[in-house]
């Protein structure tokens, strides 16, 4: 394989010109199309004195035009540096800094930042230039994109991802999907992130079609969108899922037979969600994504067409792109790892970054020995399973009595009131309680016994919530993580 998506775009236009590859409302363009408008841009870029390494920072939108300017960066062999719709001029600002990037490309004139060029005035320049580029191929170890986080564990991190890790990423993705040339995949994510990039990589490599969406909030939207595109995979997180089966759910059921897949990321599945997924569609797979934007997917639970695991918490077996082991506190690998005996997750894989960007006490926090050390408890099941526990830095003391929040909130979510919870210390005078926050069902009322004695039935007795208080919603970031360190500033008190 070409050692850049980029050229790989080139490549599929070679075999098939006139096959559709991005869809944006009403605007398609083919691959032909597709590869033209990388090479324009790749030349206006090098004309504009842009070369091999060099960071370009880019604002991001749902637009065909930003797709040509990200993969015309990349066809040069240069670095692309996507930020959100929207960031304020000060954060681009300081973000080129930080990269010491000589070019920003927001998507319209800032006055506020006027050495920026405005994307919607140089497309129309890009488009007069000739497409006779000489694309350029990169060294494996050279930067293909910084992505920086924008997780809930703090200071954001710029991702270094080389044109390696890039390919590498794709390669687990179409294992992981068994992606055909002929799927049609709708991506909802904002586009500066991994989650929704590396979709369209995953696409591209393989020379199939993707229909990019700003959100899905408007339902008539979406799957309006859906029908009318052909669309035969979707990518949702977790919450996304949850949320269509509440409000939505005959309008899945509507797509049982049109879809082949669904790729889920960045969250635990509740396991009353994979039971109503495998009722209403049952011939769809499933396919819940563990991984990070340090090194994408690792490992894949398929539970809709598998029928499931029989571990709670499972996130399924490791793809062949990656090796998985347990850590203990000290570094040391856990060779029988259990329930009873979890450790870190660490990933040994090419798609692991290359570290964080000028970070690199934190870049050697995250890699060592070659792999990716996550904050995650794990363990592996006698079939070989990962078993996600949760995460160290959700972690709950109680006076040397360790409380991981997934775990009760996982049975919480069997009981029939409940229709989202989560679980946060409260600390007061040097003690740690714990206090349940539970968003109701709609036309029910909070049923406090039943709650506690699904929790006795399933769980040791320290597990049990001092208090359990309804709140109206669990506040989360873009891609459906909960965010816990606003819920616990906001409630643990």
């Avoid at 559709?20 to 408008?37: P, R």
């Avoid at 062999?77 to 300081?94: M, Q, S, Y």
């Avoid at 563990?290 to 695991?309: K, N, P, Q």
């Avoid at 360790?402 to 229709?419: G, T």
Wanted: glycine content about 6%; proline content about 4%; charged content about 25%.
């Amino acid at each position: 394989m070409l050692n850049s998506i980029a050229l790989i775009i080139q490549q599929k236009a070679a075999e098939a010109p006139e096959k559709i590859a991005i869809t944006v409302g009403e605007e398609s363009c083919n691959y032909g199309l597709l590869a033209k408008m990388n090479r324009k841009a790749a030349r206006y870029l090098q004309q504009k004195g842009i070369k091999e390494g060099d960071r370009v920072v880019v604002e991001a939108d749902h637009l065909l035009s930003y797709v040509y300017i990200w993969y015309g960066i990349q066809l040069l062999g240069a670095t692309f540096v996507p930020v959100e719709k929207n960031t304020p001029t000060l954060r681009i600002d300081e973000i080129a800094k930080e990269l010491d990037a000589n070019t920003v490309i927001t998507l319209t004139a800032r006055e506020d930042l006027p050495t920026a060029w405005a994307l919607d005035e140089i497309i129309t320049e890009i488009e007069t230039l000739n497409d006779d580029f000489k694309p350029v191929a990169p060294s494996d170890d050279s930067l293909a994109e910084i992505l920086f986080t924008t997780g809930t564990t703090g200071k954001s991190k710029g991702v270094m991802v080389s044109y390696s890790n890039q390919i590498n990423i794709a390669l687990a993705g179409i294992e992981t999907t068994n992606i055909k040339p002929d799927n049609v995949w709708l991506i909802p994510t904002p586009m500066n992130h991994a989650a929704g990039l590396r979709k369209v990589h995953i696409a591209m490599a393989v020379g199939s079609a993707v229909v990019l969406l700003e959100g899905f909030r408007n339902f008539k939207q979406y799957f309006e969108t859906i029908h009318k595109n052909g669309v035969t995979s979707l990518y949702l997180p977790p919450s996304a899922i949850h949320l269509l089966l509440a409000v939505a759910s005959k309008d899945l059921e509507a797509l049982a037979d049109k879809l082949r897949f669904i790729y889920s990321s960045s969250t635990a599945y509740p396991e009353t969600d994979k039971e109503k997924m495998r009722k209403l569609m049952p011939n769809v797979y499933m396919y819940n994504c563990f991984g990070c934007s340090e090194v994408g997917v690792a490992c894949t639970d398929e539970f809709c067409v598998s029928g499931g695991s029989k571990y709670p918490g499972s996130v399924g077996f490791p793809n062949s792109y990656s090796e998985i082991v347990i850590l203990d506190e000290d570094g040391n690998e856990i060779k029988n790892s259990s329930a009873e005996n979890p450790g870190l997750c660490a990933i040994r894989s090419k798609s692991v970054m290359q570290g964080y960007w000028n970070e690199p006490e934190q870049t050697a926090k995250a890699i060592k020995n070659g792999m990716l050390v996550m904050s995650d408890i794990c363990y592996f099941a006698e079939n070989g399973e990962l078993i996600l526990i949760g995460r160290s830095n959700d972690t709950i003391n109680l006076g040397g009595l360790k409380v991981a929040p997934l775990e009760v909130e996982e049975v919480v979510m069997r009981v029939d009131c409940v229709d989202e919870c989560l679980l946060v210390p409260v600390v007061r005078g040097g003690n740690t309680a714990l206090k349940l926050l539970v968003v109701l069902k709609e036309g029910y009322e909070l049923d406090e016994k039943a709650i506690r004695d699904t929790i006795a039935k399933k769980l040791e007795p320290y597990k049990q919530p001092k208090q359990i208080v309804v709140i109206d919603e669990i506040i989360k970031t873009f891609n459906g993580k909960i965010d816990r360190k606003q819920m616990i500033s906001k409630y643990g008190q």
